[in-house]
């Protein structure tokens, strides 16, 4: 269901979507770096929880809105 510019995003850090298979993020370990968009929502998902309201995302919380409709 994500589109590219897709952002999935949680307090310090973004992930963009490129397309419909690949994101595009940045971490002090590896630089700016694409991963495949499944396994990195899997992990993701595994690791925090999904909210819809940006100020919920302390913790282990992500959101994720479109950059363009």
Same mark, same amino acid.
């Given at each position: 269901? &994500?589109?590219?510019?897709? &952002?999935?995003?949680?307090?310090? *850090?973004?992930?963009? #979507? &490129?397309?419909?298979? #690949?994101?595009?993020?940045?971490?002090?370990?590896? +630089?700016? *770096? %694409?991963?495949?968009?499944?396994? %990195?929502?899997?992990?993701?998902? #595994?690791? %925090?929880?999904?909210?819809?309201?940006?100020?919920? #995302?302390? +913790?282990? /919380?992500?959101?994720? /809105? %479109?950059?363009?409709?």
């Amino acid at each position: 269901m &994500l589109k590219p510019l897709d &952002l999935i995003v949680w307090s310090g *850090h973004v992930i963009v #979507t &490129l397309d419909k298979n #690949t994101v595009i993020e940045s971490s002090p370990e590896d +630089g700016v *770096h %694409r991963s495949d968009l499944t396994e %990195r929502l899997n992990e993701v998902m #595994t690791e %925090r929880s999904a909210v819809n309201d940006w100020a919920s #995302t302390t +913790g282990k /919380r992500f959101v994720i /809105r %479109r950059w363009i409709e």
